[in-house]
């Protein structure tokens, strides 16, 4: 089996020096293999970002323009009728290593976690700016918890491996901890829009004193239920 993978290594071809090509997007083909799915609302905000920072990401091709990463900026790039895009042409990769590339590409990006602090401290900045905040790919709960400053308000749909711990880490940031939760969009609008309303109710300043105060209502109805009534005394007659 070790001989079999050796000897699989020993075949593959070098890379080549990689040089930026501009090709008409419609010259381009989507991978028959691509897993990833690209949304008209995400197509739309990538085309918002080709349209703040221009087309700066080439789209990764092999040598039959077959996509191996872009098809989302391609997509995006159409739809706003541009004639050309930066490719750049991959040869050395096995059919294997492409479609295993379709996979890591997108789920590599997935493994990583955020700097709260940071990502706050930027989205302010960027605020101030003529920068469309849309372009950032962060929903708009999120930038409103962000610049409403509460940092525990921010529920990341990563699988928050920060530093290199596992699913549900807990990032330490200043005087603030940051949880981080994977759960359906609809799961986290309710989430969301619960947190609001017990801040609201009880009118306090983050969403995150909002969640310890729902847990903690849900600990004193159980600790309530558990406390044993106490028994009436009836007197017998004389």
């Not at 010259?27 to 028959?32: A, E, G």
């Not at 290593?97 to 401290?121: C, H, I, P, Y």
């Not at 309710?190 to 847990?215: K, M, P, Y």
């Given at each position: 089996?070790?001989a079999?993978?050796?000897?699989?290594?020993?075949?593959?071809?070098?890379?080549?020096?990689?040089?930026?090509i501009?090709?008409?997007?419609?010259?381009?083909?989507?991978?028959?293999?691509?897993?990833?799915?690209?949304?008209?609302?995400?197509?739309?905000?990538?085309?918002?970002?080709?349209?703040?920072?221009?087309?700066?990401?080439?789209?990764l091709?092999?040598?039959?323009?077959?996509?191996?990463?872009?098809?989302?900026?391609?997509l995006?790039?159409?739809?706003?009728?541009?004639?050309?895009?930066?490719?750049?042409?991959?040869?050395?990769?096995?059919?294997?290593?492409?479609?295993?590339?379709?996979?890591?590409?997108?789920?590599?990006?997935?493994?990583?976690?955020?700097?709260?602090?940071?990502?706050?401290?930027?989205?302010?900045?960027l605020?101030?700016?003529?920068?469309d905040?849309?372009?950032?790919g962060?929903?708009?709960?999120?930038?409103?918890?962000?610049?409403?400053?509460?940092?525990?308000?921010?529920?990341?749909?990563?699988?928050?491996?920060?530093?290199?711990?596992?699913?549900?880490?807990?990032?330490r940031?200043?005087?603030f901890?940051q949880?981080?939760?994977?759960?359906?969009?609809?799961?986290r609008?309710?989430?969301?829009d619960?947190?609001?309303?017990?801040q609201?109710r009880?009118?306090?300043?983050?969403?995150?004193?909002?969640?310890?105060?729902?847990?903690?209502?849900?600990?004193?109805?159980?600790?309530?239920?558990?406390?044993?009534?106490?028994?009436?005394?009836?007197?017998?007659?004389?």
């Amino acid at each position: 089996m070790a001989a079999a993978r050796k000897r699989q290594r020993s075949t593959k071809k070098a890379p080549t020096a990689l040089a930026i090509i501009h090709k008409a997007p419609g010259s381009l083909k989507p991978h028959p293999d691509n897993p990833r799915m690209h949304s008209d609302e995400q197509v739309a905000l990538i085309a918002k970002a080709i349209q703040e920072f221009s087309f700066i990401v080439p789209v990764l091709v092999d040598d039959e323009d077959r996509m191996l990463a872009g098809h989302g900026r391609v997509l995006a790039a159409t739809s706003l009728g541009m004639k050309s895009i930066p490719t750049l042409c991959v040869t050395h990769l096995s059919d294997a290593q492409k479609k295993a590339f379709l996979v890591a590409d997108n789920k590599l990006t997935e493994r990583g976690g955020w700097d709260a602090a940071m990502l706050g401290s930027l989205v302010v900045e960027l605020n101030e700016t003529n920068i469309d905040l849309e372009v950032l790919g962060l929903d708009p709960p999120e930038v409103h918890d962000i610049l409403s400053n509460d940092r525990t308000g921010f529920l990341g749909e990563g699988d928050g491996d920060h530093n290199g711990a596992g699913r549900g880490d807990v990032t330490r940031v200043s005087e603030f901890v940051q949880l981080n939760f994977t759960m359906s969009v609809a799961d986290r609008k309710l989430i969301i829009d619960r947190l609001r309303r017990e801040q609201q109710r009880q009118g306090l300043s983050t969403s995150g004193e909002a969640l310890v105060s729902l847990f903690k209502e849900l600990d004193n109805a159980k600790n309530t239920q558990k406390t044993p009534r106490a028994r009436k005394r009836v007197r017998s007659g004389a």
